[in-house]
């Protein structure tokens, strides 16, 4: 007679299942784990330890920097950590480790995890579709393992050509029904050269494949509206969207198109984009004011040292949402999520 193993699915985790929609797998992962995976490539790193690497990792409030500082000085951090993922075992690791880790310290359930393809094949060394493959085989792996959903965001890039950017989404259709299940468009336009109507053809192609589409606009004063992303990209959920508090007109778009905003607190608030706790609280009461659907996210949750029970309690513990608000926004994060599985 075969032994019965004790069973324990009553013990449940003590917090409710989150979703977060917007999280970029650059900056997703442990410093830990970074630094581990970039020796075991034997990747050679400018940092002379590990605390110093972490140090770099960091952008707390103390080391605050504006946006444009952020992604393309010397002091970018997405450098190094695209530089550490640029191998198809790098990204299993990737994706399953921020995952689990999400699913471990906040019960999230549902996970959105973005990432640049072409930005961890080393400049065209790598083969496209092995770095793919391995991101997907991380979002196997934790899903076996873990009652979580989690799906991947391919990015295209301001400053590609229409080409490179072409053929992400070519990659994302193909894989669509691997669990990639929508495209970005990030980055910033140094040289404002970005044309959003070259692009609409390319986006239309997505939508039409059955890719979910979320567009970076509205983070800060950069060339590219919120009107431009939803009206000329086809997009139904914007990363940030936070400028459209300045305009009631596109506020008046957002919600009558029934578009969903990805809001990142404490990224906003590090990176100078939201004037603090006052800031943040302005933003919030405009887009309950407007009837914005808006979702709660980390973004870079490793640069600020975060994560979404964190961004939940800050905006509880100062007041600016109750709970029953947080779970609306919770709701509104699964109806607007990509994943259908």
Known sequence: MAHEMPKFDHLEPKTKPLTELHLHAGAGLPTSTMWSIAHDQGIRLPF???WAFKEFI???KDRMMNLDTFLHSDLNPFHWCEVIQS?????????YEIAAKAYRSSNVQRIEI???PMKRNRGG???LDHIIM???HGLDRVMLEYPIKVGLIFCLEKKFSKTQNQITVEKAIKYHKRGVVGIDLAGLDAHNEFDANAMSEIFLAAKNAGLGITVHAGESAE???VTEAITKLHATRIGHGIQAIHDKKELKLIRDRNVTLEFCPSSNMILGLAKGIPGIRRIVETFLKHEIKFTINTDDPIFFETNISKEIALLIDNNILTHAQVDQCMDWAQEASFIDY
């Open 48 to 50: 002379r330890n590990y």
């Open 125 to 127: 060394e790598r083969d």
């Open 223 to 225: 060339t590219l509206t």
């Open 87 to 95: 191998s198809p075992e790098a990204m299993e690791r990737t994706v």
């Open 58 to 60: 960091t952008v707390t």
């Open 134 to 136: 391995g991101a997907l």
């Open 114 to 116: 973005r990432f640049t």
